[in-house]
């Protein structure tokens, strides 16, 4: 059995919508590729555990930071629960993240490595991993970056992210030359898109420093996510895209996809 690719979702930019992205892309994996998914909440705010979870969670039970603490005895296997979707699985998270980063940050040994020895075992269970990261540029991040084979950047076209793409570059550089030699940037998401004179120019901004930072990186310029309120609605009432009206389909069809498909090396023929 093929072990399942992993992908780090990330931006230190908050409010870009990776949640939404991981969500969408642990949908559309699930839903057009029948692939098993894991999804792994590593963000403190907990916002994919509230949306996927199918039931309600114990505040005081196992989360995914009680498997990268150090000298741990949970196993990934034991917090992993199921979701509101079918071949989505999920490892939530809490507020005691916080507190595992700084408890790994004062050890000593392999520090950078938690997360990717946590998920080991359950790789061989899944086709993809998706992880969703804090906006926040960290240890967290650099355990999910370690953990993983892509990652996944998610922006806005905005002036923040346009500038923020040379700080992340930084950590994505750390983390290939010192932990993850083989880790690759995937692809850029443009997200929260508005069909302006201003975003076409900063998007195009974008683009020019992916290729300063990132050179080789593709921007998915044809696969912008527009910024439309139906998009969160129907992720925060636990129905996916595919099952909304007609541009909402499309949108799975055509962005989701073709980008869980490249996650999983698939090859998509979009409209086929």
């Known amino acids: 059995m093929a072990s399942a690719r992993v992908a780090a979702v990330a931006m230190q930019k908050g409010g870009v919508g990776k949640t939404t992205s991981t969500i969408n892309l642990a949908r559309a994996a699930a839903v057009y590729h029948q692939a098993r998914v894991l999804v792994v909440d590593f963000d403190p705010q907990g916002n994919c555990t509230s949306t996927l979870a199918a039931d309600e969670l114990d505040p005081e039970g196992l989360t995914v930071a009680d498997t990268v603490l150090p000298d741990t005895d949970v196993t990934m296997a034991d917090v992993v629960v199921p979701t509101i979707w079918d071949g ?39 086709d993809l991993v998706l992880i969703d990261n804090a906006p926040a ?9 370690t ?31 010192y932990a993850n030699p083989t880790l690759r940037v995937a692809g850029v ?56 009206p007609a541009r909402l389909r499309l949108l799975a069809e055509t962005t989701y996809q073709p980008i869980a498909g490249e996650l999983l090396g698939v090859d998509v023929e979009v409209g086929a």
């Open 189 to 244: 998401m443009i997200n929260r898109w508005r069909n302006t004179s201003t975003a076409t120019e900063l998007a195009d901004e974008i683009a020019a420093g992916v290729e300063a930072h990132f050179p080789g990186t593709e921007v998915w310029l044809d696969r912008r996510v527009p910024l439309w309120q139906p998009i969160v609605d129907y992720m925060q009432a636990g129905r996916g895209l595919d099952e909304g």
């Open 88 to 126: 989505v699985d999920l490892a939530p998270a809490g507020e005691t993240l916080a507190t595992a980063e700084a408890r790994i940050a004062a050890s000593t040994a392999g520090r950078e490595h938690r997360l990717r020895k946590s998920l080991a075992p359950m790789l061989d269970r899944y």
């Open 147 to 177: 953990a993983a084979d892509v990652a996944v950047l998610v922006a806005e076209a905005d002036q923040w992210s346009a500038d923020g793409l040379a700080l992340l570059r930084k950590t994505v550089g750390m983390v290939s030359e």
């Open 137 to 145: 540029l960290g240890l967290l991040l650099v355990n999910a970056l």
